[in-house]
């Protein structure tokens, strides 16, 4: 591929051109600073590719998603989430024995040590599980040290997915004031997740099979989607050398953000709004498009796909299955798809390429499943962890590694005198 020229101030510089494996074009501007002097402007990042990857790859404009390389409509259909946190992670899809000692270990390490679990009790009753979730996942790095041995590295992972579910579950039964059950063996990673949620000492809860194959299809939709906000969080910390705990802890706490993770508690909020206003949509639609206005379509748009996100096509068609499986009536889902309707219909979106994102119906399911608004982003963040795991150790393997330190354009004031002697010390 030739070289991309660029001309500045009467000189011309050579930008090195490459090409990923799906053609994907970058221009290589690491040498361009110290040739030239000049730095390139992206705020947001939007343009800029901080990474090499071989993890996922988005086309945007055609609405495709694939781990590893495999369509997200197949994992979907039929892989199970710890089968698809595997690939993530270690590049390839487990044989059977790999895959059953895998699931084995991550049932082993969703116990987490009774000091942890006690550390919940020092936490506000109605604090969000997002916050709790930060900080016992990076307290994780001082019960569980040696992060920095290679040879621990696979604990440190299945300790990570194991505990993860175990620490948002606590959090949710701690505040409703519900007792802890300990995680079962012979209990599958959702399932588990479903019991440690729902189940009580007390009486037996059996996990429904239905419960058990939506959640597996929406952690898997969640798992990974590139350099996303938390993620990059997760290679920026990492890129420090901080140890996988702490990177992750950052993770949670980018994907805390209602523009990001929250967006699916925001958008139920949202829709209990609207259904509360009349189920208008069109008044929250043109509400929307009102520049001063601070109001937003939660679950619409996306920085990477200017096309329908392939997730929420799969998460809008479970959520009809999921709730007419459960006898599930919920008027929101007449909200959501009416606003929808409209949304789609609408010069503002269309000329934006605004379609409904990944966060648009997985509020309804978690709903229907059980969950209370504030464990959608817990939910999300269980989901999430296989591809901040992926990327964090793909990260420290790069050869083209190093701290992530971006440059910035001083707007400031230029130097001036400290006012001697005329402005007393505080
Ligand atoms: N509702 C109304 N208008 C929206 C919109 C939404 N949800 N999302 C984007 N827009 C508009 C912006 O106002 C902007 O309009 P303009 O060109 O007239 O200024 C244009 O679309 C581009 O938006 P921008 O904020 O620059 O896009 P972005 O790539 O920086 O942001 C999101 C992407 C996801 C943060 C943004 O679409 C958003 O806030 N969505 C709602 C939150 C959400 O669902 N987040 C979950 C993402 S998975």
């Known amino acids: 591929m030739e070289n991309a020229k660029l001309q500045l101030n009467g000189k011309t510089y050579d930008l090195p051109a490459f090409a990923g494996s799906e053609n994907e074009v970058a221009l290589d501007i690491s040498k361009l600073r110290a040739q030239s002097g000049a ?8 343009n800029t590719g901080s990474c090499k990857s071989a ?3 988005i086309d945007g404009d055609l609405g495709i998603l694939r781990y590893r390389g495999y369509p997200i409509e197949q994992l979907a259909e039929h892989s199970t989430f710890s089968e698809t946190a595997y690939l993530l992670i270690y590049g390839e899809l487990p044989n059977k024995e790999t895959l059953r000692r895998f699931r084995e270990d991550l049932a082993h390490s969703s116990f987490i040590h009774e000091k942890m679990v006690r550390l919940l009790d020092h936490f506000p009753l ?10 016992l996942v990076a307290a994780m790095a001082t019960f569980y040290p040696n992060h920095g041995d290679e040879d621990q590295m696979d604990t440190h992972v299945r300790r990570l997915l194991g505990g993860v579910k175990t620490i948002a579950a606590y959090s949710y039964k701690q505040s409703i004031g519900a007792p802890f059950v300990y995680p079962k063996r012979d209990l599958g990673y959702c399932a588990n ?16 099979p239905i419960l058990d194959r939506a959640m597996n299809t929406l952690l898997i939709l969640h798992a990974d989607h590139e350099q996303n906000c938390s993620t990059s969080t997760v290679r920026m910390a990492g890129s420090s050398q901080a140890d996988i705990y702490s990177s992750v802890s950052a993770g949670i706490g980018a994907l805390s953000g209602p523009l990001h993770g929250r967006a699916n508690q925001e958008v ?31 679950g619409f748009g ?9 997730r929420a096509k799969i998460i809008k068609k479970t959520a009809d299955e999921v709730l007419t499986a459960l006898g599930v009536r919920d008027p929101l889902l007449e909200v959501a798809k009416g606003l929808e309707e409209v949304a ?21 399911i978690y709903r229907a ?28 393997k790069d050869p083209d590694g190093r701290i992530h330190r971006p440059r910035q354009i001083y707007t400031g004031p230029t130097e001036r005198a400290y006012p001697n002697g005329k402005t007393p010390r505080a």
């Open 302 to 310: 996306h920085r990477v796909y200017k096309n329908f996100d392939p």
């Open 55 to 57: 993890i996922t790859f």
């Open 369 to 396: 499943m059980g969950f209370p608004v504030n464990m959608f982003t817990a939910l999300f963040a269980i989901g999430r962890m296989p591809g901040w795991i992926a990327h964090w150790m793909e990260m420290r």
């Open 344 to 364: 789609l219909h609408d010069d503002f979106f269309i000329e934006r390429k605004l379609y409904p994102n990944v966060d648009f119906y997985s509020g309804i």
């Open 193 to 208: 997740l479903l019991w440690l949620l729902f189940g009580t000492p007390a009486e037996d809860y059996v996990v429904s």
């Open 268 to 298: 139920i909020e949202m829709l209990e709004m609207i259904q509360a206003d009349g189920g208008n949509y069109k008044k929250y639609v043109d509400l929307a498009k009102k520049k001063d206005s601070n109001f937003r379509l939660m």
């Open 126 to 135: 109605n604090a969000h599980p997002m916050g709790v979730l930060a900080s």
């Open 39 to 46: 730095i390139t402007y992206d705020p947001g990042y939007g």
